[in-house]
T-cell receptor, first 115, second 114 residues
Framework: AQKVTQAQTEISVVEKEDVTLDCVYETRDTTYYLFWYKQPPSGELVFLIRRNSFDEQNEISGRYSWNFQKSTSSFNFTITASQVVDSAVYFCALSEALGANNLFFGTGTRLTVIP | DAGVTQSPTHLIKTRGQQVTLRCSPISGHKSVSWYQQVLGQGPQFIFQYYEKEERGRGNFPDRFSARQFPNYSSELNVNALLLGDSALYLC?????????????FGPGTRLTVT
């Protein structure tokens, strides 16, 4: 069975601080994909990153970075020098097997960046 | 290019009524998925359709049904509404991209059941 756990329900940081959002997943598949989505108050899910299970290379995109560790089944997301516009709910998600289209989402972490 | 569109934006229904939600995918996308997001939770998969055929179904009762039309737009129907059906309903259109479906989400329809 698949499961995504985001233990942090809410995080508040002061602007310019770094913040890491944790994600732990469970799956029996050897081929799977991991995602992070941002959901601002408008409600639309904004895609941030996709990672496949064969690529453990960490990725950096501007102020965003992701740390994928299969050994601990974790896919953590770090925002460097946070900004007020980063305030949103962030979801980690898992998709099993090539061609499968359904995403299993965690319960989300609400990030509030205080100016 | 236009993104995924959903209608209506908001909807208020009474228990026991039926509702139809609509989704238009991005041009060229042949797959549509539906998700339910209850307040404070992550989205939950309801259905996937590809080329008008159901390809996947989540753990939802038979009160939930969907279909996809020849132009790849989709409708989600929910019968005999319950208070617990109040949620944001998200549609995602998908493009097959190098071995994976890349999903693009619409703004959602917020359904309130009173």
């Amino acid at each position: 069975a698949q499961k995504v756990t985001q233990a942090q329900t809410e995080i508040s940081v002061v602007e310019k601080e770094d913040v890491t959002l944790d994600c732990v997943y469970e799956t029996r598949d050897t081929t799977y994909y991991l995602f992070w989505y941002k959901q601002p108050p408008s409600g639309e899910l904004v895609f941030l990153i996709r990672r496949n299970s064969f690529d453990e290379q960490n990725e950096i995109s501007g102020r965003y970075s992701w740390n994928f560790q299969k050994s601990t089944s974790s896919f953590n997301f770090t925002i460097t020098a946070s900004q007020v516009v980063d305030s949103a709910v962030y979801f980690c998600a898992l998709s099993e097997a090539l061609g499968a289209n359904n995403l299993f989402f965690g319960t989300g972490t609400r990030l509030t960046v205080i100016p | 290019d236009a993104g995924v569109t959903q209608s209506p934006t908001h909807l208020i229904k009474t228990r026991g009524q039926q509702v139809t939600l609509r989704c238009s995918p991005i041009s060229g996308h042949k797959s549509v998925s539906w998700y339910q997001q209850v307040l404070g939770q992550g989205p939950q998969f309801i259905f996937q359709y590809y080329e008008k055929e159901e390809r996947g179904r989540g753990n939802f009762p038979d009160r939930f049904s969907a279909r996809q039309f020849p132009n790849y737009s989709s409708e989600l129907n929910v019968n005999a509404l319950l208070l617990g059906d109040s949620a944001l309903y998200l549609c995602a259109s998908s493009l097959w991209l190098a071995g994976f479906y890349e999903q693009y989400f619409g703004p959602g329809t917020r359904l309130t059941v009173t």
